[in-house]
């Protein structure tokens, strides 16, 4: 049975016809140019999608870079991250219909905390309000 949590990244084998993803094993690298579209879409930066990464990872962005370079998948990526940052449990609210604060796995919810980061940026909250 699929994970409620990842139901939007499997919605387009429902409209493609084509095979579930791994979510896991998505290339961090794939996923990183559509955070920033989705910022840039909303007259915000690649730099603020980048310092909303830093702080939830502890990555500075010589070390982001590198995962980008490296094509690490989304487990390896944040099983590398410095410090996955002590007030990330303070970000809720819903992705894809899921409240993050309730994801019972640990790896699926910083993939969500991520996304709602970059959402909130999307959606012009402030850096100090996203960056709790």
Same mark, same amino acid.
């Given at each position: 049975m699929e994970r409620?949590?990842?139901?939007?990244?499997? *919605?387009?084998?429902r409209i493609t016809g084509m095979p579930r993803l791994d979510v896991f094993a998505l290339k961090f690298s794939k996923l990183y140019p559509l955070y920033v579209e989705k910022a840039k879409r909303k007259d915000r930066?690649?730099?603020? #999608?980048d310092r909303v990464i830093c702080w939830l990872t502890g990555y500075t962005p010589t070390q982001l870079q *590198?995962?980008?370079e490296d094509e690490v998948d989304l487990r390896t990526f944040f099983d590398k991250a410095p410090a996955i940052h002590p007030n990330s449990s303070l970000i809720k609210g819903v992705v894809c219909g899921v409240r #993050?604060?309730?994801?019972?796995d640990p790896l699926m919810q910083k993939i969500r905390y991520l996304d709602k980061l970059v959402d909130e940026l999307a959606k012009g909250k402030t850096m100090e309000k996203i960056l709790r």
């Open positions: 409620p949590e990842a139901a939007c990244y499997h *919605r387009s084998e930066t690649q730099d603020e #999608v *590198r995962q980008i #993050v604060e309730d994801i019972a």
